[in-house]
């Protein structure tokens, strides 16, 4: 009998160490809960946690949620249950899904370095999503010496691989030219040669 227990319960040991993370979870605004009281299929309801980490339910109107286990809410639902049962209610909470979780928000700048022939070189601080023709506007336009026809902008990705992209500045200012409306991201730089004797 002591054999048969002991490997019942080694097969449940998975079972256990996928729950323990669920019972840790803290719930968040937006998280979505299941409540069951078996005595009182009525009650038994899906709610999401408001923003102000409370949920509402009959008979005892608003429980705190946020920042709690679905253990915790369990039990001071329970808890507060009690005095409209004859005998001590079965509560059973589980988590439904997961509240969406935004993308973090854009920072508040992105540095830009616009080297080379233009009127104010130098580090750039610029609002997300900016563009090269932005850029330039901030960086005082090429100057007279720069070859408006091969500025680069070059783009290094998390890997460290870097990319180049070849802008006609000069088609870009008449509006016939792609690239000026181009976004840039944080660590962009962008490229102003200086022209050539002939050129």
């Known amino acids: 009998m002591l054999l048969i227990r002991a490997f019942v319960a080694l097969l ?3 079972f256990f160490a996928l729950q323990a993370p669920a019972q840790e979870y803290k719930l968040k605004t ?19 946690v408001l923003p102000g980490g409370q949920i509402s339910l009959p008979l005892i109107g608003s429980v705190a949620a946020g920042g709690r286990t679905l253990l915790q809410v369990q039990q001071d639902i329970t808890s507060q249950l009690t005095q409209s049962f004859a005998t001590l209610p079965t509560v059973y909470v589980t988590l439904s899904a997961l509240a969406e979780r935004l993308p973090p928000e854009d920072p508040p700048t992105i540095d830009v370095f616009v ?3 233009a009127n104010a070189p130098g ?3 610029m609002p997300p999503r900016s563009n090269v023709l932005q850029a330039m506007a901030m960086a005082g ?5 720069a ?9 290094t990705d998390k890997s460290g691989n870097e990319k180049t ?8 200012e008449m509006g016939e030219g792609a690239g000026g409306a181009m976004r840039l991201v944080d660590g962009d730089v962008i490229i102003v040669p200086q022209r050539k004797l002939f050129e």
């Open 12 to 14: 449940m040991l998975p």
């Open 30 to 48: 937006g998280d979505v809960i299941q409540i069951e009281v078996l005595e009182d299929s009525s009650l038994n309801r899906t709610t999401i």
């Open 115 to 117: 080297i080379g022939a």
């Open 123 to 125: 580090r750039l601080e």
């Open 141 to 145: 336009g090429p100057s007279p010496f």
């Open 147 to 155: 070859a408006k026809k091969r500025l680069q902008l070059r783009r």
């Open 165 to 172: 992209y070849r802008l006609n500045f000069e088609a870009i």
